[in-house]
């Protein structure tokens, strides 16, 4: 089979990978690539094919099952994203009653709050980042009070979280998962040796199943660690993705000020149009897996194209349109894979689609002349294959 050098696409690849996407599902639903930072992979651009990767036993989340080491991981510590079942299950089991939607829902006039108090700053200048000024600090105010983090140490988060997730430099990746494994061991240490808190970091260190089990100090280091990128990062970008797409659907942004009703349908659209994780996180082969007429060998590093499955035209009609009525239209509405799929689905989905739900809807009740600012110059565009977003998104208002 050809490799695929991602590279030569160029950077249209990165501002619109959607066509290169259809081309790519043309000839069959896998491929050999290398990305631009040089790693090779296999990567499933299928919805059918990718939704049944997804749950696939042969395919493990684990890189040492098949002898190979991701050097992120072994300083995080055990998680969720590098574990198979049965640790997999052990460990959500025991931060799954913390996101419960009575839990999450709890949550709501705590979010409104923050939107509101962001919008108040925000507001008065008449333009802006959208990212800066709502789409990254709602986010990381919540998962920061959540977990008990206190709020001054959020722009310096947001400087490791960025590197992790759209690296760039492995050196970058490496120093930033370190400091940021360093400060949570820290602020571990200093909840177990203080009084009792009400934050969901203390909650993990008194929690318990049934059985007795509990999470070790590296258990609990995971976790915190994978809370705090995927409980912000994805949602920074759901929101500003939601907001970028509409404002270049002026039809779709009119019915949807004109009947809120169909809040939710934009939520879910924007999810599978322009949802902000492109691929899914590494799995490996541990026995030979087919995908079409095509064999991956044992060892081998598989991607599962999230953006590219849900832009299948053998599973969404029109897929290329953003409609979002879909979720309401006969025939048209079928489950998408942002979030996933399987035992690995987003633990947080919830809380992300409320807090994307509370902030574009306060947003464009508030700011009835929002439009994008065609001054400030083309976007960047986050670097990586995991994140699809861009760094700062200019509006007026």
Known sequence: MTLIELADYGPDFIANPYPYYAKLRETGPVHQVRGPDGGRFWLVVGFEEGRGALTDTRLTKSP???GQEHEPDLVSGPHVLALDPPDHTRLRKLVAPEFTARRVESLRPRIQRITDELLDAMLPAGQGDLVDGLAFPLPIIVICELLGVPHADRDVFRAWTNEIVSPTSPAGVRESTVALCAYLDELIEAKRAGEPADDLLSTLLR???EDGDRLSADELRGWAYVLLIAGHETTVNLISNAVRTLLVNPVQLAALRADFGLLDGAIEETLRYEGPVETSTLRFTREP?????TEIPVGET?????????RDPARFPDPDTFDIRRSATPGRSQSHLAFGHGVHFCLGAPLARLEARIALRTLLERCPDLALDLDAGPYEWLPGLLIRGVRRLPVRW
Do not use: K
Request: proline share 0%; no cysteine.
């Open 64 to 66: 040492a099952a098949v």
């Open 302 to 310: 598989v991607l599962v194209g999230l953006a590219s499955a849900d």
């Open 289 to 293: 897996v087919s995908f079409g007429d």
């Open 207 to 209: 929690a318990r199943a």
